[in-house]
């Protein structure tokens, strides 16, 4: 039987994939405020902040989700809590990760806790010398925007219908291109520019301002080439789908090695077994790779809508390796198809693979015969 998908089912449906909606409580929201200069809030003081992603979220009195587990209460997305330990529980329901995280008042499943730092910078009040504008990373669990201009963007516009705040979260990566210090302290305005720098909705008169301190601004040394004296033709990826992991090698030595999510194996709608979202297998052929990427696609049966999705790097057609902040289930399959890490970890993977990419150029392209890096992806 066909299910007709609401608003809000796309919604959940865009959380399993690209999942742009993990956002805050409701009552923390107003239209009023929506361009209203917004300082960093006082985070948690623990080295590792867990931020909750999804909504209705069980902090439980035990690391399991069975019978003999108490919900003590449930968390709203974007609750911060002191990460102090995973432990290996015991989890029931389909799902392959078994690790939670101890708080100090309960445990919270691990897949649905970004791990977080919060490492205030001290930002720059000019634009760099001969640049018109800059990268930056987001270095604190999350940055409150203050918009500007026409609401243009699908995320945006959902976010608005179902009062959540606009944010950028810990890991992501945007183009800044201007500064502001009128309102008592610095702000950057992210250009979310749709002919390039993201490939997203600027130039329609969309933009965010974000506090200067959230935001780390990226050197040349923040991408410079891993391993650049070791033959480009000697760099490999392995992908392994059938235990959701992903190894890069040098001739035949293992360099670097972590877990991924890949495109999940059950229908959205139905729940049945299907290839529709399977990442592919095969000899796969890096031949794009962008610092920072809006991704909008599909429909409202399997649709998403993403900003800033950072350090991508693209293996087949639409298929890229490349950061998620929107959970931190690794070794369960659950994207459209691309091959989800976690941020530090695609960055590493985008620093080291070909071609490699500077600052000043924020992409790099190649087309047939040319290629970068070669991906092994097996099942």
């Given at each position: ?10 919604l ?7 999942g ?36 209705g979220i069980?902090?439980?009195?035990r ?47 691990g897949?649905?806790?970004?791990p977080t ?21 987001v ?7 203050a918009?500007?201009g ?6 945006l516009?959902?976010?608005i219908d ?11 990566v ?7 210090t ?9 250009n979310?520019d749709a002919n ?13 301002w974000g506090d200067?301190a959230?935001f ?13 004296d ?49 990442t ?10 962008i ?58 993977i ?8 500077s ?15 070669i991906v092994?992806?097996?099942?």
């Amino acid at each position: 039987m066909t299910k007709k998908l609401s608003r809000r089912d796309f919604l959940k449906l865009a959380g399993l994939g690209l999942g742009a909606m993990a956002l805050a409580p409701y009552q923390q929201f107003r239209l009023e405020n929506f361009s209203t200069p917004k300082r960093l809030p006082d985070f948690p003081n623990s080295p590792i902040i867990g931020r909750v992603v999804d909504r209705g979220i069980n902090l439980r009195s035990r690391p399991t989700n069975t019978a003999g587990s108490t919900v003590i209460r449930e968390l709203e997305a974007d609750t911060l809590v002191e990460w102090q330990r995973e432990v290996v529980g015991t989890v029931i329901g389909g799902l392959y990760n078994q690790r939670y995280v101890e708080t100090p008042e309960g445990y919270i499943y691990g897949s649905v806790l970004q791990p977080t730092r919060n490492l205030p910078n001290t930002p720059i009040t000019e634009i760099p010398a001969g640049k018109n504008g800059f990268w930056a990373e987001v270095t604190v669990p999350y940055v409150d925007l203050a918009h500007e201009g026409n609401m243009v963007s699908p995320w945006l516009r959902d976010h608005i219908d179902y009062n959540f705040p606009p944010r950028l979260y810990y890991g992501q990566v945007v183009w800044m291109d201007k500064i502001r210090t009128q309102n008592g302290f610095v702000e950057y305005r992210w250009n979310e520019d749709a002919n390039g720098r993201g490939y997203g909705y600027g130039p329609y008169g969309e933009f965010y301002w974000g506090d200067g301190a959230g935001f780390k601004v990226l050197t040349e040394a923040d991408v410079a080439t891993i391993s650049p004296d070791v033959d480009p033709k000697e760099k490999t990826m392995l992908l392994n789908l059938g235990i959701q992991t992903l190894a890069c090698y040098e001739g035949s030595r293992e360099v670097y090695f972590c877990r991924v999510s890949s495109g999940r194996i059950h229908d959205p709608v139905t729940g049945l077994v299907t290839d529709t979202y399977a990442t592919p297998t095969g000899t796969l052929l890096t031949h794009w790779k962008i610092m920072s990427k809006n991704m909008t696609a599909g429909s409202e049966a399997s649709g998403y809508s993403t900003p800033a999705v950072p350090w991508c790097t693209y293996i087949q057609g639409g298929v890229a390796i490349h950061g998620a902040h929107w959970h931190n289930a690794y070794g369960d399959p659950r994207s459209h198809g691309c091959v989800n890490v976690a941020p530090e970890d695609a960055k590493w993977i985008f620093r080291w693979s070909t071609p490699y990419v500077s600052l000043d150029a924020g992409e790099e392209r190649r087309n047939l015969p040319e290629y970068g890096t070669i991906v092994k992806s097996v099942s």
